[in-house]
Every structure is written in C-alpha cells, then in structure tokens.
C-alpha cells in the first residue's frame, strides 16, 4: 500500500494533506478533532500582534456560488485574521503539537509591516514548538486596507524584505502565503525565494464580488445595507490556483522552489493534480468547511488507491506533470482528433446538437428518431460536444492514426509540427 | 372497526369516517420548494426536447423547468398556461408516463424522469394561488361562438376565443361545469374542489358564460346554434357507456363505473355513500381501474377488475395497474363475462378465460365464477349521438385538421371527435387549436 508520509520542507506529516489556515483551524477544539479525522497537519488560522485583538464584522460574512442541488462550488469571505488573543492561541498551539507531535503544525503570522513587529511575533512563537510558519502575504479584504495581507504580496520587494527579516529571526521553515491577485505569479514567488523563503503557499483567495442583492442592490454578505468585495475560495477557484502552481513549477526563476498547493481542493484527485503540477502537499480549507473534517479520509484513501493502481510512490507523482506543461506554440498542430459518439451510450438529448450548431461548427447532425451523428468533414474536435455531454465518456475523441485522412481538411496527419515554424507564422522559423 | 365493515351487500359506512378520510387524501402531494429544485435541477434542457413532442399541448416544459430553478415559478407557471390552460389539472391527471415523462431522456438514462407533472403542478398552483387572472381578453370582435360541453375541451376551446376577443356562451348539459374534470376523474387525483377553482380562475378572463341544464338535442339545436352564432364547438365527450353481451339489464347491483364514479365525486359525505362487500369491475381501462381502486377505498372486502385481453392490450397505464394492485385490487387477464348469476341481483359472475390468437379472441373451455355483490361495467364509453348529425367516422364526429366537421361553422374536439387519445390533456389541445382555427375563419 501506498506511503503517504510526506516531507515538506523538512516538517512531517503521516500524509500531504493539511487544512489550509482559516476558521477549520481558528483554535485547538478544531484542530484536535481535525488531527483525530486523520489531518495530516493544519496551518493555524493567521496570528497577529499582541494587543486589542481585530474585530470581526457582525453580520454575515460569506457569500456563495451554488452549482446543481446547492452544491457549494465557490464561496467568499470578508472574514479577517483571527480575532482571538495571542496569548490564547500561543498556549492552545503549544498544547496540541504536545499531544501531536507527529503532526505538522505550522503557525500563519500577519503583523505590521516593520522589522519590530516581525521580530517581535516570531520570538512570542519560538517556545510553541511549530514545526513553521507561514506568511499571510495574501489576504485581500480588511487587513489590505491596514497596509498587511495582500497590500504586502502585490509589492515583490515587500514580500523579500519581511521574508529576510524573518530567516533573519527564526530558526523555523519559512513558507510564503501568495495571493493571485497580481497579474503574474512569479514575481512574488522570485520575490520571496530571494528573501529566503524555504517554500510558497498558494492561492489565498480572489477578490470577488459572489453576487449582488437585487432588493437592497448591494454585494452579498450584506451589512447593514453595504457590501465589501471579499476572498473567493473553494471549486471554482481550482483552475486558477492550478495555472499558478503550475507557473511557478516551471519559470525559470521559480523552478525548484517546493510549493504547498491550495485552491478548490475538495477530492484526491484534486489534490493529485496539485501534486503531479509540482504541489509538494496540499491545503485545504473550503472542502473542510463545507463537509466536514471527515472529507480527508476519502482523500487519503483515493490518493493511495491512484498511487498503488499506478504502481507509483508519493514522490513519483510530484512535478510529473510539469515537463507537460508548456506554451500554445509549441502544441503539436498536426495532432488530430475527431469527436466520436457512442450510440449506446446516448440517451438523445442534443445538448451536443445545440452546442455544436448554434455555437461552434455544425458539425454534429440530428438524423430522425433524435440519432445524432459527427460529421467529421466539419468536426474541428474543439471538444465542445464532450463537455456538455450529460453521460460521462459518451463522446469522445478519436486520434487520427499517422496518415490518416482528415476529411475536414483533406490532409493527412503528418508528423509533430507545432506554430514556430508554421507557414502563417509571420514569425516562423524555418522547420529544422 | 366500523360495524359496517364485513356486512354484505351493498351498504354506506364500511369504514370510519377517519379512514376515509386518509384513503382519499391527495395521492400526490404538492412538492416542497426544496423538492421542487431538486426536480428541477435535474432537467437537461434537451434540444428540441422529446418530452414536448410527447405532450400533447406540447408545453415548453425544459423553459418552465428552468424558470422555476431559476426562482421563478410564475413565469413557468404562464409558460405551462399559454400552451395548457388546464394546466392545473393535467399536472394533476396526465398518465405521465406514457406521455412527457415516458420521454424525457432521464428514462434512457437512470430510468427516473424529471418529474414534470409535479413540477408542473408546483408551478401552476403557486400563481393560481394569487388572486386574479393571469390573462386578458382581447379587444372585443362582436362575434359569438357556441360551445357545446363544459369538459376540458370546450372550456379550452372558450379561453382561447375570449383571449381573441370573441363572446363565448357554453351550453352544459349538467348541473355543473367540468365534464370528466367534476365527474370522472379519480378524487384523490383532484381534492379539495380543484375542478370548481380551477373552472371559477379559468373564468377570470372574462367574455365567457357557462349556461348549465341546457343540453344540445334536448333544449337546444344545432341548427339554431348554427343561425344564432358565428360558429359552433362541439366538446360534449362520450355520453352513452357499452354494454355487456351477457346482457345485464334489468339485474340488480349491476351498473356502470362511471355513474358510480360521477356518485362518488359528487358524495359530500363519502360515508354515506354505499358500496359491495365483493366488488367486480369488468373492463381494462381507467376507468375501470378508477372504479375498482374507488371500491377498495371506500371499504370493499374483495375487488376484482376482469379484462378479457392480455395484460399489454390493457388502456389503463402501467402505473395505473399497479396502483390499482398496490390498493388491494386484484386484476385478472384473458377472462370475459359470460353469465351473470343472482336472484333478482347479483350473487355471481361468471366469466371465461379467452386466448389472444391471430384470429382475434378465442374463448377457452375454462370457466370459473366470483363472487359478487356488486357488479360495474367499465367497457367503454361511446357518442350518444351525435346531434345535427355531422359526418362519423368510427362512432365519433370525424373532423379534420383542427376540428372542422363536415358541417359549415361547426367543429368538434376532444373525446367526441375522432382522432387522438381519450385523455383530457388531448381534449384541452383539441380545443385550443380549434379556437385558432375559429378565428383565422372569422377574421377579415
Ligand atoms: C372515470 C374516468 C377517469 C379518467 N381519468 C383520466 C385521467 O386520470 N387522466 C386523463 O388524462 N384522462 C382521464 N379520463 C379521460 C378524460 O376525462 C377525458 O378524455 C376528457 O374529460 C375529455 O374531455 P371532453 O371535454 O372531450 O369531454 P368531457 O369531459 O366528457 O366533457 C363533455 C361535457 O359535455 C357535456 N355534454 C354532453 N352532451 C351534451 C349535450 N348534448 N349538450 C350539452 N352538453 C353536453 C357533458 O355533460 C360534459 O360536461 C378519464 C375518464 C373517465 C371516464
Ligand atoms: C473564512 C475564511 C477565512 C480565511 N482566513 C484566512 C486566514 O486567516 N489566513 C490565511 O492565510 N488564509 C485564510 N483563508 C484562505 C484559505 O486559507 C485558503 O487559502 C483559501 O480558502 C483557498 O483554499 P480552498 O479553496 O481550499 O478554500 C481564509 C479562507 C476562508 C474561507
Ligand atoms: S449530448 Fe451526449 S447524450 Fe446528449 S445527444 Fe449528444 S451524445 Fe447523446
Ligand atoms: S400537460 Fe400533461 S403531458 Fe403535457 S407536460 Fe403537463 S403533465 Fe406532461
Ligand atoms: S426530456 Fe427530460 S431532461 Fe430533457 S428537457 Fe425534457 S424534462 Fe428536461
């Protein structure tokens, strides 16, 4: 059976998975049940200075998208950092990394923007016994508009500085939290690698607005009448936070650097995309909030079914992934495929016909009785079809065998040739 | 236990008022909002979808589905009403599943429909909950149209005229308007008085009046509709019923399922209401089976339903049949009555059990008799005569495309006219599209 023993960054956990830091993990009543659910390790919901704790809105604070039978696919929250004394937190840390010491348990800090206060929080923490800490360069509502969060994260030389301040005054692992609302992902992680961080965490959430009150016409959560934009996490957040992960994995100034990937992730199979797009564990925090502590045995128990049926070990999915990632020009123009519609497997409902004839290529026929056919003369196998299709693996895509015809096109498929040397390329270079 | 319960004969009373009460509750309730958006979500929004093909008013059922996910059931509610204005009631009575639901591409797929009659019904009952009338009678024209029968076709047909601007008068022959909507239709398909409300919301639009006790043939003529109207609708359903062969008349405790049913419907106390220890109902279709179910609820020991074909020639649906079993009723195939035995009434029927061969049926050496106190003849319904004598084809008024008769400025629809199945949905299609017709004839 699959080891799921995981080694980030020097901190171990029985498995990759922990809970992102957030209300999962706001105190030790929390974490202790999470840790009993089979948690492999938590990042404690983010600390601040010491003082008069920060205050939280007293309304609503989370917005929603709903899918199909109010399945919880995005979420949004205009929650801040914890609102607990430090005091409290510092004691109830220390306890639960007693009781569990083979768990990871790595600290989440936002604190003001000067050296003092980071030297000051990280020697309050020293004796918690934290395996780390994680910088909460991320969070874009509330504690942005105070110069902290994501007002830090958006500013690369920010991010270096407190990162060298903290390598600077801690002997623990340095993880910095990312925030995706920048345009490109890879100056804040280049940014942080220079100030010595051992690893990136991302996404934090995106700024975002779920829905608007069409009664009182403000945001939703609604307070008081007005509405502030807030964080969006969970499913359908998962591609960003894919392409970001993915990103950093293969930049070239970025490439190496071990990253714990976060954002939608609800399954084990979420969590191996992560992984094999060079994610060295996972976090997760709406999955948890929206079913439970308990979602985590299925992942340990999917994880180690792909893991075994792929006769791979831990270490073998992640990065696997990344050598495939690459540019739109390098994409093998004279691969061919062609849609393919399973008769049997039918059950005519023409989603696919409507697509494809009102919106894409016309290449599908409705023939009498509801049979619905590809024409493959017009089919230019954008996959449209596939992904309206109701019936999983009802149509799909056929490749082309080498010299075979494509009757749309009237060529055959020839071999690997990709737009750097395409005749239209203005910019093309001559085929080697 | 009432003392009435194993008396024999034909007696009221049998079960406690209390239990009655809970056999002729609503048999399908209205959906919760939640249940109505989990149905709702589970719509594909097919193309050209096959479940509007299926329905006879060919109801834009994927757009009201997805107007009532969408939260908003009034608007699907008035997609359903400017396709069905019974739309109510056909939530309530449409076999489904031989209809929109028996193709709704969810069958192919996991063999469970959307359910689109409740979905229908959750949306028509919320906006025929708020006071009004959704819709408004056009511009007067000054034409006059008689309708003839106060069924769902004719009221059908009399919405869509006053939608156009027309004056409707209906002639009923009855006390009450409705047709098989009052009189016919299993209660615990439309409790609570709905074919009244409905008829009363129907009215709303205005430009309609209902003349009850005035039966074409009897106080009125066709020839006198014909001079004194600018076009005449016949919608007076299937009046006369079939006998048996075994000749029956003049036997005691032997009558037809539908006046027993038309009884039942207009019972205000159904404890009042008598019913045999031994129920047999001799025929295969709804009726029928709504006749024999009816006995069982209202306390009968034993009831039988004797079709002399094999099950798959039955009319009733499927489902019918076996909510007709789950209710107790047993149902025998392939046995045709052929002697009816008693002292003055009924004690026994007997019957023999038939073949289905390429010839037709044939009757076997097999006999075997039940016992019964009571015995109902559900083997079809048929025209009185029809009235004016326009042109029949099959027993019914022939008609062509949407309703016309052979008959100038006469048209006919729903169960009197030949064509289509005899469900009221077919009749409210009838009537609706003989009203277009109508009037693409008398406009200039
Ligand atoms: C017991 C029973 C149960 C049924 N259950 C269902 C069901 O569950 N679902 C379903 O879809 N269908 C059902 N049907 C069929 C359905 O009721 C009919 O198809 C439908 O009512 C036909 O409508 P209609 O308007 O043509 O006729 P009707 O409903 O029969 O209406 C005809 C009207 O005309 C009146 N009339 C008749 N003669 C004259 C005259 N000479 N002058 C003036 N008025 C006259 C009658 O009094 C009546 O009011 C059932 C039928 C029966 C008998
Ligand atoms: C209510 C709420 C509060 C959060 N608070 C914090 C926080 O204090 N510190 C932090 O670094 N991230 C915080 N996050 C972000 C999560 O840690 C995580 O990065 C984000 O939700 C994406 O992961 P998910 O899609 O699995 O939810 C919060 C998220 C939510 C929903
Ligand atoms: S979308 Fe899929 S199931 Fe629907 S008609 Fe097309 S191939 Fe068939
Ligand atoms: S009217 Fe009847 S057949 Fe038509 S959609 Fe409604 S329930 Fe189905
Ligand atoms: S066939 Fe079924 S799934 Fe398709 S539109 Fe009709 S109700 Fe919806």
Redesign the interface.
């Known amino acids: 059976m699959a080891d799921l023993r995981s080694d980030f960054i020097g901190i171990k956990s029985p498995n990759p998975f922990w809970l992102a830091s957030a209300p999962p993990t706001d105190k030790e009543y929390n974490v202790r049940r999470a840790f009993q659910a089979g948690w492999g390790g938590v990042v404690w919901k983010t600390l601040g200075s010491e003082g008069p704790p920060v205050v939280n809105v007293n309304g609503p604070r989370y917005g929603v998208i709903h899918g199909?039978?109010?399945r919880v696919l995005g979420l949004n929250n205009i929650e801040l950092i914890t609102d607990r004394p430090l005091e409290v937190n510092l004691r109830e840390i220390k306890q639960v990394k007693r009781d569990y010491p083979d768990r990871a348990l790595v600290i989440s800090l936002m604190v003001p923007c000067d050296e003092d206060s980071w030297r000051r929080i990280l020697s309050q923490i020293e004796d918690t016994g934290a395996d780390g800490v994680e910088l909460n360069f991320g969070c874009p509502h509330g504690m942005s508009e105070r110069g902290m969060g994501s007002a830090v994260g958006q500013v690369p030389d920010y991010i270096e500085m407190v990162t060298r301040w903290v390598k600077q005054y801690s002997r623990m692992p340095c993880i910095v939290k990312l925030t995706p609302n920048i345009t490109d992902i890879c100056k804040p992680a280049e940014a942080a690698r220079r100030g010595g961080a051992d690893a990136v965490s991302l996404i934090n959430t995106i700024n975002s607005i779920t829905s608007v009150d069409l009664d009182l016409f403000a945001p939703q959560p609604t307070i008081d009448g007005k509405g502030a934009h807030g964080g969006y996490c969970g499913p359908a957040v998962k591609p960003i936070a894919l392409s970001m992960v993915s990103e950093i994995a293969r930049g070239a100034d970025t490439r190496g650097l071990p990253i714990s990937g976060i954002g939608g992730i609800t399954t084990w199979r979420d969590a191996a995309e992560f992984m094999a797009l060079g994610a060295g564990n996972v976090q997760v925090c709406t999955a948890a909030m929206t079913y439970g502590f308990k979602v985590v045995q299925d992942m340990i128990s999917g994880l180690r079914d792909y893991l075994d049926s792929h006769e791979m070990g831990l270490p073998d999915l992640i990065g696997r992934a990344v050598p495939n990632v690459t540019d739109w020009r390098y994409l093998n123009l004279n691969y061919v495929t062609k849609a393919v519609i399973d008769q049997d497997a039918c059950?005519?409902?023409?989603?696919c016909?409507?697509a494809c004839e009102d919106t894409s290529h016309q290449a599908i026929a409705?023939k009498p009785g509801?049979i619905f056919e590809v024409i493959e003369e017009e089919c230019v196998a954008c996959n449209l079809c596939v992904d309206v299709c109701?019936?999983e693996d009802c149509i799909t895509m056929r490749e082309l065998e080498p010299g075979e015809l494509d009757r749309r096109t009237g060529i055959r498929r020839a071999d690997y040739a990709n737009w750097t040397t395409h005749p239209n390329n203005p910019m093309a270079k001559a085929a080697e | 236990m009432s003392q009435a319960r194993l008396s024999p004969g034909i007696v009221p009373g049998r079960l406690a008022p209390e239990d009655l009460a809970l056999n002729f509750r609503d048999i399908a309730p209205p959906l919760t909002a939640h249940e109505a958006?989990?149905a709702a979500?589970?719509c594909?929004?097919?193309?050209?979808?096959?479940c509007i093909t299926a329905c006879p008013t060919a109801i834009d059922i994927p757009l009201f589905i997805r107007q009532i996910a969408t939260g908003t059931p009034d608007a699907a509610a008035m997609t359903i009403f400017h396709a069905n204005i019974l739309g109510g009631m056909c939530a309530r009575v449409c076999p489904t599943e031989n209809l929109c639901e028996g193709a709704c591409?969810?069958m192919?797929?996991e063999g469970r429909p959307v359910e689109i009659g409740a979905l229908q019904r959750h949306a028509t009952d919320g906006l025929m909950a708020r006071p009004g009338h959704p819709f408004r009678r056009g511009a007067p024209t000054g034409r006059r149209i008689a309708v003839v029968g106060a069924g769902p076709a004719g009221l059908s047909c009399a919405h869509r005229l006053a939608a156009k601007g027309h004056e409707v008068v209906i002639f009923e022959a009855r006390d009450k308007p409705g047709g098989l909507n009052e009189y016919g239709i299993a209660s615990y398909k439309t409790v609570d008085g709905f074919a009244q409300a409905e008829i009363e919301w129907l009215l709303g639009i205005g430009g309609i009046t209902i003349e009850t006790g005035k039966a074409l043939g009897r106080d009125l003529t066709l020839e006198g509709l014909t001079a004194d109207y600018d076009a005449v609708f016949l919608a007076i359903g299937l009046g006369a019923t079939n006998a048996l062969r075994t000749g029956d008349e003049g036997i005691g405790n032997v009558g037809d399922a539908v006046d027993f049913i038309a009884e039942l419907r207009q019972a205000a106390d159904l404890a009042g209401l008598a019913v045999g220890r031994d129920v047999v109902v001799i025929g295969g279709g709804m009726t029928a089976i709504d006749a024999a179910v009816q006995s069982k609820l209202l306390g009968a020991e034993n009831v039988t339903m004797v079709y002399r074909r094999g099950q798959d020639r039955m009319t009733a649906s499927r489902h019918e049949q076996d909510h007709a079993s789950a209710s107790g009723v047993r149902i025998i195939h392939n046995a045709a009555p052929v002697a009816i035995h008693g002292d003055g009434a009924v004690a026994e029927v007997e019957f023999c059990y038939t073949e289905d061969s390429p010839e037709g049926l044939v009757m076997t050496d097999q006999r075997f008799r039940l016992k019964a106190d009571q015995l109902f003849r559900a083997i079809g319904q048929r025209l009185d005569e029809a009235p004016g004598s326009p042109a029949l084809e099959g027993g019914k008024i022939a008609v062509t495309g949407p309703g016309r008769t052979s008959l100038d400025k006469v048209w006919a629809g729903g169960d009197c006219a030949a064509g289509g199945d005899d469900l009221t949905v077919t009749a409210v299609a009838q009537g609706r599209d003989a009203a277009e017709d109508i009037h693409l004839s008398l406009s200039p």
């Open positions: 199909n039978d109010r059950i005519k409902c023409g989603r016909y409507a409705m509801r109701p019936v | 958006q989990v979500d589970r594909y929004f097919c193309h050209d979808a096959p591409v969810r192919e797929a």
